[in-house]
């Protein structure tokens, strides 16, 4: 059984800063390419970043400068610290990530649940 968890979103002023968690548990072999996604109400989920397990990224234009992400492979975490928030970066986050199994030596893509981000004064 695999969870993926994120966690660290919350209510923040524009200009401020969150940093969100992506945190995979259970029976891994591997945490390879992560992505952090967001979605607001009546849109399309949207890329935000991506990393591979070597440590490449890619940003969505809307938020490069802004939002680096980040991985600890020993933890199976993946970080996404965004800075100099707006409010058009109001959305639920969610975490994407191909895992590769330990008992059956598969890969699957694995969704999180989802963190809320406000950003408003």
């Known amino acids: 059984q695999v969870q993926l968890v994120e966690s660290g979103g919350g209510l923040v002023q524009p200009g401020g800063s969150l940093r969100l968690s992506c945190a995979a548990s259970?029976?891994?072999?591997?945490?390879?390419?992560v992505g952090w996604y967001r979605q607001t109400p009546g849109k399309q989920r949207e890329l935000v970043a991506t990393i591979i397990r070597s440590g490449i990224t890619n940003y969505a234009d809307s938020v490069k400068g802004r939002f680096t992400i980040s991985r600890d492979n020993a933890k199976n975490t993946v970080y996404l610290q965004m800075n100099s928030l707006k409010p058009e970066d109001t959305a639920v986050y969610y975490c994407?990530?191909?895992?590769?199994?330990?008992?059956?030596?598969?890969?699957?893509?694995?969704w999180g649940s989802g963190t809320q981000v406000t950003v408003s004064s």
């Open positions: 259970g029976s891994i072999s591997s945490f390879n390419t």
């Open positions: 994407n990530a191909r895992i590769r199994l330990e008992v059956t030596g598969r890969y699957l893509d694995y």
